[in-house]
């Protein structure tokens, strides 16, 4: 199975590459952008798991691993496999 | 008083730090290695500068969960000391031992320069050598230095004292331009809330010889001398309230 994991910065939480990246979208003349914010992606292969398996493991290598819950949220979701 | 310095891959102030505890502060040091789970009998730990394992993910996500780290976790537990400079700092955040992460600098630059911090509370561990309110002169070199908390937090660490430097100007004052990394209220060392671990942007080891300008880092390599010396078993000042106790 194949999962993305999207970690990005808690909404409380200044980001201020996302910030930079706005100033530099508006700069080019793109006014619609109200806010951009900056985030990682991972992808994990996972061998011989189910979804139920999945949907206990993933969160919790999230919160212990990919993200520092102080100051990020984390999405996932299955990409292949079931 | 024997110091450990711990060595990560990624690791560039690790020799540094050996240095002036050895050789300019003449103290009995020895290298750990993370892969090690021996702390070799010593009674600091010191986690030094660098970029362990490249600061890939975050910086020191990946250093906190080599083997050593869980026994210097269970040392902090035990009331041991331990600093950590810079990376060390990072690596302590994200292993629980201090509250609190890093953010990227305000302006997204990595930043080289010496600064100037206010020792906020003499009365700790790393400060007990230096006064209140006094200012010392160090570099910095990071990228990843601009502390936050969430509000509840930030409130409770504030109640106990638990900051111990903040950025200011040669004068001693907190302005915005003196917090050169965007650090909520200025924060650039805390401590855990019993007093034995120490986390500071700033590097001192940098700063405890004339020849590269400034020796007021020494001010906390002192502390921890006075420190561990009073903690020898039966001057401790819980034991000695106990013993009037019992009379």
């Known amino acids: 199975m194949r999962v993305r994991i999207l970690v990005s910065f808690k ?8 910030q930079t990246v706005k100033n530099a979208l508006h700069t080019m003349g793109y006014a619609a952008v109200q806010d951009v914010r900056q985030g990682k992606v991972f992808e994990l292969d996972l061998a011989g798991t189910t979804k139920a398996e999945a949907e206990r493991l993933v969160p919790e290598i999230a919160r212990r691993v990919l993200a520092n819950p102080i100051i990020e949220k984390f999405d996932w ?3 292949k496999g079931r | ?49 660098g970029f362990s394992y490249g600061d890939y993910l975050r910086s020191g996500a990946i250093a906190r969960f080599s083997p050593l780290m ?45 600064v100037h911090i206010r020792i906020e509370n003499d009365r700790t561990d790393f400060t007990r050598a230096g006064t209140k309110g006094q200012v010392l002169r160090v570099p910095i070199a990071h990228f990843d230095g601009n502390y936050y908390a969430p509000p509840q937090a930030l409130k ?52 405890s010889e004339r020849i590269l300008g400034s020796v007021d880092g020494r001010t906390i390599f002192e502390s921890l001398f006075l420190s561990l010396e009073r903690a020898r078993p039966g001057r401790r000042p819980a034991a000695r309230r106990k013993a009037r106790h019992d009379r």
């Open chain 2, 1 to 49: 008083m024997k110091f450990g310095v711990v060595q990560f891959p990624g690791s560039n102030c690790d020799f540094d730090t050996f240095h002036v505890l050895s050789k300019v502060m003449k103290r009995p040091t020895v290298m750990l290695w993370h892969k090690d789970h021996d702390l070799q009998g010593v009674d600091c730990v010191v986690l030094p500068g």
């Open chain 1, 11 to 18: 909404d409380s939480v200044l980001d201020p590459q996302g």
């Open chain 2, 156 to 207: 409770e660490i504030e109640r106990n004292r638990q900051v111990v430097f903040r950025y200011c100007d040669a004068a001693g004052r907190t302005t915005e331009e003196a917090n050169v990394n965007g650090s909520l209220h200025a924060i650039a060392g805390v401590r855990n809330e019993r007093g034995n671990v120490l986390g500071l942007m700033p590097h001192p080891e940098r700063a």
């Open chain 2, 70 to 114: 869980q026994e210097v976790k269970a040392f902090a537990g035990r009331g041991g000391r331990v600093l950590g400079i810079c990376n060390g700092f990072q690596i302590l955040l994200e292993l629980g031992l201090l509250p609190g992460a890093m953010l990227r600098n305000k302006n997204l630059k990595f930043l080289c320069q010496h």
């Open chain 1, 77 to 79: 979701e299955i990409l």
